[in-house]
């Protein structure tokens, strides 16, 4: 599909420059942006108004001593 769209030139360099770094056209470059942006944000999920992340199945539980021991870390 062919289509003429308008981006400011902050995105238009981001997106030249992704695309010269995987040399693929300006077009490839920005349906491939689209596509991770929408992929990304449908992660997270809202239940009972609270964000719920989507996490591979890979990826290990975040638990309340993984947490208490990060903010320990801060202090």
């Given at each position: 599909m062919r289509t003429t769209i308008t981006l400011d030139d902050e995105t238009a360099a981001m997106a030249a420059e992704y695309a010269r770094g995987r040399d693929v056209s300006l077009s490839r470059a920005i349906s491939e942006l689209?596509?991770?942006?929408?992929?990304?944000?449908?992660?997270i999920k809202y239940k009972g108004?609270?964000?719920?992340?989507?996490?591979?199945?890979?990826?290990?539980?975040?638990?309340?001593a993984h947490v208490k021991s990060l903010e320990a870390d801060e202090k």
């Amino acid at each position: 599909m062919r289509t003429t769209i308008t981006l400011d030139d902050e995105t238009a360099a981001m997106a030249a420059e992704y695309a010269r770094g995987r040399d693929v056209s300006l077009s490839r470059a920005i349906s491939e942006l689209i596509v991770r942006g929408i992929r990304m944000s449908s992660r997270i999920k809202y239940k009972g108004g609270l964000p719920v992340f989507d996490l591979p199945k890979s990826s290990r539980p975040l638990t309340t001593a993984h947490v208490k021991s990060l903010e320990a870390d801060e202090k």
